[in-house]
DNA sequence: TTACATGCAAATGGTTTGCAAACAT
DNA sequence: ATGTTTGCAAACCATTTGCATGTAA
C-alpha cells in the first residue's frame, strides 16, 4: 500500500524521505484529514514540508485534496469512497457503496473522458435528527 | 427566482437591502463564480459586504459554497446540477442529467436523512484530449 | 559528490473583525 | 428612535516563498 506510493514517488524522481513516508503513513491512518491531524501524526516534521509533501502526492495522484465546508482535507486517492456530512454536527462518515449509475453519465457520449468523481450527501446524521 | 430568495431573507428577519439583492442578481447570472466574479458583477459593493452576504445567502440556504480545487466558488443552491472538471486546462462544465441511483444509496436504509448532494466528475476536456 | 529536500523566518493573500457612520422601519 | 447594515482599516490565519543548511541516492 505505502510501497505502491513510494515507488511513484521514485518513479517520478523524488527522493523518499523520512518526512515523506511519515506524512503517507499519516495519511494512511484515516480518511479526510486536515492538516493538523496530520500534523500530530509525524510531529518531527515541518509545517512547510507537509505541506509541500501533501502537494507532491496530489500531482503524483496519490493523495486527494477536498473541502467540505471546513477548510481543507486530504485522504489517500486509491480507496474510493463517498462522505456523508451532517449539516448539524458537521460530522463526516464514509461510504463505499457507489450509488453512480454510469449508464446515467451525459458524459459517456460526449468527448469528455472522465478519469475519477467524487460525491459527497449532505443532510442529518442519525444523532441529530 | 430572485423574489423568492428575497423572500427567505425578509422572512428570517433580514433586509434585502440594495446591496444585498445587488449580489442577488451577480449570483444569478453564472453559475459558480468566484468572489472576484461576484464582485465584478457588483462594483458599488464594498468587498466586506460582499463576504457577509454569501455567507447569510449560504445560511439561508440559497447559495451553495463549493471548492473544486482552485479556490471558493459560489452558485444558487436551487439549480441542481452537477460538475465536469477538466484536470487538464481546469475548465467546468456543467451537466444537469443526475446519474445518481437512489436505490443505490446506502444512507436510505440507514438513519442519514439525505437533504441535497453534490457530484463532481474529474477527468479530460474534449479540447484537451 | 551533488542535486534535491528540509525548515526556519518572513512575505503573502484571502477572509474576518472592530468600530463609526449611514440606513431601514 | 432603535436596531440593522455598510465599509474602511486593521487584525487574522492558512499557505507560500527565500534562502541557508542538511541529506538521500
Redesign the pocket.
Known sequence: MLEAAIGK??GG????????TAVLRALAEEQHQ???EIRARCP?????????????LGELGIVRRLDLGD??RYEMAEDHHHHAICESCGDISEFEKCPLDPTLLPLEASDFEVRSHSLEVYGRCAACR
Chains 1, 2 share one sequence.
Request: aromatic residues 8%; without cysteine; hydrophobic residues 35%.
Open positions: 514517488m521514485r524522481g523524488y527522493k523518499a524521505t523520512p518526512q515523506r486536515s492538516l493538523e518531527g516534521v515541518g509545517l512547510v514540508t507537509v505541506y509541500r509533501t501533501l502537494d507532491l477548510g481543507a
